[in-house]
């Protein structure tokens, strides 16, 4: 009995453990599978494969650029040998400077794809540096030239990172200071192949630009309480921090000369021996004020600001004395954007003032040998193939016979010109204090016959030899002698804060900053009378007028509609308003029932009149895919051809397109003989205005077989592909045009193919993901957002290994860099980060789907906390604790549950006891 008995109970016991087994298992499966429920993610299908098309005329595009020679933004200038090298904004030129008085140009750069943010010459390489931002890109690069031979500048190598802030160039190496914090030194001996050799990260934020000398890097920032950080870069591959300091407030340029830093603040002049990096000597503090920039000549400080030139001796590093300075505007400069010396002169650039040479023998005196370009530009006119350019000091005469090859033949100088009216070789100039009147009609002798004193003159405007002022009151004027001018009448505080004037023949009408618009009657000119006001609610700020036939136009820089005045009955003028333009007004044309507007987004429109109520759109130019500054347009237009002038004095000169060929009717008519009418009058599948601008011969149709670039494309596959027939890297991505193509499969006239703010070649080359697809990792962020906002890896969609995807920890502000942070709980809810992942809650929530059970509640009790109409159920006793955890978390844990369970029927066993 008693064997039987224990044998029947060793039976039992077993069947009662499986039981308890079961009954666990049954707990802890479903656990298991709830938890792989909640962890699936959606992940995004990747981009598709797109090709690009041929880019094509637009059909509304009917006028091409004639000119653009005035067209130049000079900022950079460094002087090597003799040689001016000059960073035009967009492309580098090499002037050959041996006659001072007259800079040639030797050799111009091809277009770069956006706006050189810094150049250095080493030896016989030009190095730049820009932004890829049009593309959609975030990128930065650095493009290596060599210039051995100063007619050709030609591209050799690139460099490419995400978004740096200064570099510069010193024998072999590249300094590099990044938006990330960190500095990079690269070679740049081979550069064709530039390379990172060494880094330094870690710097506090801040934009630094730095300076280099040997050994001795400086990178400073000029923020109030600014950083400048003293770099050791004797070890390449590990530069090192030797020294920083707080001490220095609002740096904004630094120089090195024997083993002296020169840091410019916004009001003094520091020295500060480096001869030992980890130990600098403040040596001098000098007080200057308005400063810009920094450029040392010797034992010469020169420092620039937007009103002059300081000039400082600094020969002894204890002692600075003032030599001078110079106001720019008795330098007939308005600013200065970089200085450098050859010998005893000074090359400034201007801006679009072009080049301003001056002999300083004396540094007590500068004398002006040359300037190029304009300075500013406030009016254009232009009649009988004369140009006139008014500058804020000065007024310009172009011969513009020849459109494609404008000449300065005359000027004369000014003092705050505003506006300019011109009738009969005559020139009425209103400046801030009174009106200049000049004889303009020998532009290489303009002089001056006459002036007109009135107080705070606003706008003015001439007709048969009669003069109208407004100023505090409305004057009338007799110019038909312009040696002798004689007041007419006036109206004594006229209640209009006029704008703009305009005349009919017997009819003044001046608009104001409101909504007033009077008509004054000078049928007699003696007597100046008010026949009528005109109040316009719904319209104001009218800032341009334009009078043509019986109609007056008139725009502004705030509204999107134009008002337009009926005067066909002066005695009861109407008025409607023409809607659904861009919004704002620079200034408006009008010619041959076309009217020509400029706005504030870059965009020359041209409308067609002819039912006056009923504006048609012909054209729309986007002036910005020229290098221009700003959008201050000035018009004048004769015969289809417009003159286009921005307020620093950059001029384009377009006309009538009436192919669609990219080459204006002009220039085929008078410059390259092509056909008027045909897109392609050699019949070589090229049209005539690609030709023309990239070198080939629009009446040779050989030369579509021919590759000029020596990329492998023949000059016609280029145009096909809208690419850059000289270029081998048209779009500058650092990948060959053929290499885009049959490689790659990449845009080669875009940057960035896949628009995830990487650079193509930076896909290819550094971050190996794939050009084509703007996620790689496919975890929801872009490949751009992780390299230049994340730090995280682009091909990796967990880079720190937590069991979280990089776009979840970025999406709820966990750290993708730390694993640790999966065992935290953010929202204080019971669950831990890595568990709210796993049932796809939000960590930054204890209550996901907002039907006030906690997730950890729910999921504790069996409903689901995404649902808010699923709620917990409290009848349930079981838990699922384990839900969360990693599978070898629940094995380990299910075993020890095991182990006890046998450990205590054992233990009961050997008691004697019953187990059930």
């Known amino acids: 009995m008693y064997v039987g008995a224990l044998t029947s109970k060793r039976k039992n016991t077993r069947r009662k453990q499986i039981v308890v087994y079961l009954i666990l298992l049954f707990i802890i499966i479903p656990v298991l599978n709830f938890k792989q429920e909640f962890k699936a993610n959606s992940i995004p299908n990747p981009s598709d494969d797109k090709r690009f098309g041929i880019e094509q005329a637009n059909d509304m595009m009917n006028f091409s650029l004639i000119n653009n020679d005035l067209n130049i933004f000079y900022k950079d200038i460094i002087i090597k040998d003799d040689l001016a090298i000059v960073n035009n904004k967009f492309t580098i030129i090499i002037f050959n400077i041996t006659n001072q008085e007259e800079p040639k140009i030797l050799s111009e750069s091809k277009r770069c794809i956006n706006e050189i943010m810094k150049m250095q010459v080493e030896d016989d390489m030009v190095f730049i540096g ?28 690139c460099f490419l990172y995400y978004r740096f802030i200064d570099f510069v160039i010193e024998g072999n190496h590249g300094y590099v200071s990044t938006l990330n914090n960190k500095m990079l030194i690269i070679s740049v001996q081979d550069p064709t192949n530039m390379y990172i050799v060494g880094e330094l990260g870690g710097f506090t934020s801040g934009i630094y630009r730095l300076v280099v000398s040997g050994n001795n890097t400086i990178l400073y920032n000029n923020e109030y309480f600014a950083y400048v950080l003293f770099i050791d870069t004797s070890d390449k591959e590990n530069p090192t921090l030797a020294y920083f300091s707080t001490d220095y407030h609002s740096i904004i340029d630094a120089s090195i000369v024997n083993d002296v830093l020169f840091l410019l603040s916004t009001n003094s002049l520091i020295a500060i021996r480096i001869l030992d990096i980890s130990s600098p000597l403040l040596l001098n503090s000098y007080y200057v004020s308005y400063t810009d920039s920094l450029y ?31 106001f720019l505007k008795d330098l007939n400069v308005s600013y200065v954007s970089s200085l450098d010396f050859h010998g005893d002169y000074i090359y400034f650039t201007c801006g679009l003032g072009g080049i301003s040479v001056y002999n300083t023998t004396e540094q007590y005196n500068f004398e002006k040998l040359v300037q190029t370009g304009f300075e500013d530009g406030d009016e254009i006119y232009y009649e009988n193939g004369l140009c006139y350019i008014l500058e804020h ?52 002798n303009i002089t001056k016959t006459s002036e007109i004193n009135v107080l705070s003159p606003r706008t003015l405007k001439v007709k048969n030899g009669l003069v109208s002022v407004l100023g505090n009151d409305l004057f009338l004027y007799n110019a038909t002698n312009p040696n002798a001018i004689t007041l007419l009448d006036y109206v004594f505080e006229i209640d209009v804060y006029g704008n703009t004037i305009e005349m009919t023949n017997e009819t003044i009408i001046v608009s104001d900053f409101g909504e007033i618009i009077s008509f004054f009657d000078y049928s007699n000119p003696s007597d100046l009378q008010l026949i009528d006001i005109l109040y316009i609610e719904e319209y104001y700020n009218i800032d341009k007028t334009f009078l043509y036939g019986n109609y007056i136009f008139g725009v502004s820089n705030w509204r999107d509609e134009i008002l337009v005045l009926n005067l066909t009955s002066i005695n009861n003028v109407n008025y409607f308003t023409l809607g659904e333009f861009s919004n704002g007004f620079n200034d408006i044309y009008i010619e041959n029932d076309l009217m020509y507007l400029t706005s504030w987004y870059s965009v020359l429109s041209v409308y067609n009149i002819s039912d006056i109520k009923d504006p048609s759109i012909q054209s729309e130019i986007d002036v910005l895919s020229q290098p221009i500054m700003d959008q201050g347009y000035r018009l004048a237009v004769e015969n289809n051809t417009i003159f286009l002038l921005n307020g620093e004095g950059a001029l384009q000169i377009i006309g009538l397109d009436s192919d669609n060929d990219y080459l204006a009717d002009y220039l085929e008519e008078e410059v390259y003989l092509t056909t008027t009418g045909l897109q392609d009058s050699d019949s070589d599948l090229i049209v005539d205005g690609y030709e023309v601008y990239y070198g080939l011969d629009p009446l040779n149709a050989s030369d579509a077989s021919e590759d000029f670039d020596n990329d492998n494309l023949t000059n016609l596959e280029e145009f096909l592909y809208f690419s850059n027939p000289t270029l081998k890297d048209s779009d500058s991505d650092c990948l060959l045009d053929n290499d885009e193509i049959t490689i790659y499969n990449t845009n080669l006239t875009a940057s960035d193919t896949d628009l995830d703010l990487l650079v193509d070649g930076y896909e290819v080359l550094v971050s190996f993901t794939n050009p ?86 729910e999921i504790e009790f069996g409903s689901d906390p995404l649902d808010p109409l699923d709620f917990p159920d409290y009848s349930k006793t079981f838990t699922t604790s384990f839900a969360g955890f990693e599978g070898f978390t629940v094995l380990i844990t299910t075993i020890s549950v095991f182990s006890i369970i046998t450990i205590y029927i054992q233990f009961r066993k050997n008691r004697g006891e019953r187990v059930d």
């Open 130 to 157: 820009y932004d890829f931002i049009p593309q959609g890109s975030s990128m930065a690069k650095i493009q290596a030239f060599n210039i051995s031979d100063s007619t050709t500048i030609e591209p050799i190598g």
């Open 393 to 444: 000091e000065r007024l310009n005469v172009l011969n513009a016979s020849d459109l494609t090859n404008l000449t300065q033949i005359g000027s004369y100088e000014l003092s705050s010109a505003i506006e300019m009216e011109i009738e009969s070789d005559i020139a009425f100039i209103m400046t801030a204090s009174r009106i200049e009147v000049l004889n303009v009609s020998d532009p290489t």
């Open 772 to 857: 084509l697809l703007n996620d790689s990792d496919f975890d929801g962020l872009l490949d751009g957002e992780e390299v230049l906002f994340h730090s995280t890896d682009p091909t990796n969609n967990d880079t720190d290994a937590d069991g979280m995807d990089d776009y979840f920890e970025v999406q709820y502000h966990l750290n993708p860099l730390d694993p640790s942070d999966k065992y935290l709980d953010l929202d204080l809810d019971g669950l831990l980060n890595i568990e709210e992942y796993s049932y796809n809650t939000r960590p930054d929530s204890a209550d996901t789907d907002r039907d006030s059970y906690s997730d950890f509640e």
């Open 296 to 326: 040392i000549n010797e034992d010469i400080v020169f420092i620039d600001s937007s009103t002059r030139i300081t000039i400082v001796n600094v020969s002894d590093v204890f002692d600075f004395d003032l030599i001078t300075y110079h």
